[in-house]
């Protein structure tokens, strides 16, 4: 009986819809070669440990938090290989863009206009971040800010729309976790401050790679406390993460 309603449970998994979703949309869509490394990769089994799995920590410094308007202005991403975080894959690049900088802005990232002259393009800015995202998964905190520039980026570039791509949210794992704890889960959680609440050290924030890095660290440390050495699968990972 136990078994038959786990199968069931499963059947109508958040992420066996998101699944079911990406293979639809692939099997009608057809994508450039360029953006081979999102179409092709396999999705691991829902139930594969999320201790054991691939990631790419992705973080983007941005002109402000409307993808449609506002334009980004650095890319920072560094590798999770299984449990370790590998510090060699980091990478930090700045775009070259003819998007303002304002005041208010720079004080937040400390990007101003003369660090973007020798930036790439945003083409290849994006192009090495999709080919270093082959074969992993993408991790952001508040992952729907960086989720929603890479919706508009391939649907200004390649007319492609609501490309499903698997995202983890270290922000949203932590608020279930708060609301599993206090029903309104009423928490600061900024990257900063969740942090400290794992006694991670201090970072200087609002630096694509800095952040990219403290929320690869950050991501390591909630699987820990989710299950203390059981880690959590993949599975209840994209659940927390919506």
Not at 57 to 72: H, M, N, P, R, Y
Not at 171 to 185: P, Q, W, Y
Request: net charge negative; charged share 25%.
């Amino acid at each position: 009986m136990l078994k038959a309603v786990w199968k069931l449970m499963n059947r109508v998994h958040a992420y066996h819809q998101f699944e079911k979703k990406r293979t639809h949309y692939f099997s009608k869509v057809s994508t450039p070669k360029e953006l081979e490394s999102l179409s092709s990769a396999q999705l691991p089994d829902i139930e594969s440990l999320g201790s054991q799995l691939n990631y790419l920590v992705v973080d983007f410094e941005t002109t402000g938090l409307d993808a449609s308007t506002d334009s980004i202005l650095s890319v920072g991403w560094v590798e999770v290989n299984g449990f370790s975080i590998d510090l060699a894959s980091a990478q930090h690049l700045y775009v070259d863009t003819t998007a303002s900088v304002n005041a208010d802005g720079a004080v937040v990232n400390h990007i101003v206009p003369e660090m973007l002259k020798d930036g790439v393009p945003l083409d290849e800015a994006m192009q090495r971040l999709f080919d270093a995202a082959k074969n992993r998964i993408l991790i952001a905190h508040g992952a729907i800010i960086e989720a929603s520039f890479v919706k508009e980026y391939l649907s200004h570039r390649y007319g492609l729309k609501d490309v499903p791509i698997l995202w983890i949210d270290t922000l949203a794992i932590e608020k279930s976790m708060a609301m599993a704890v206090n029903a309104d889960g009423s928490i600061d959680v900024r990257l900063a401050e969740t942090r400290e609440r794992y006694g991670l050290p201090e970072y200087n924030g609002h630096e694509a790679l800095i952040d990219a890095i403290a929320t690869a660290e950050l991501f390591l440390a909630q699987q820990t406390r989710l299950f203390d050495k059981s880690y959590p699968c993949i599975g209840k990972l994209y659940r927390m993460s919506r």
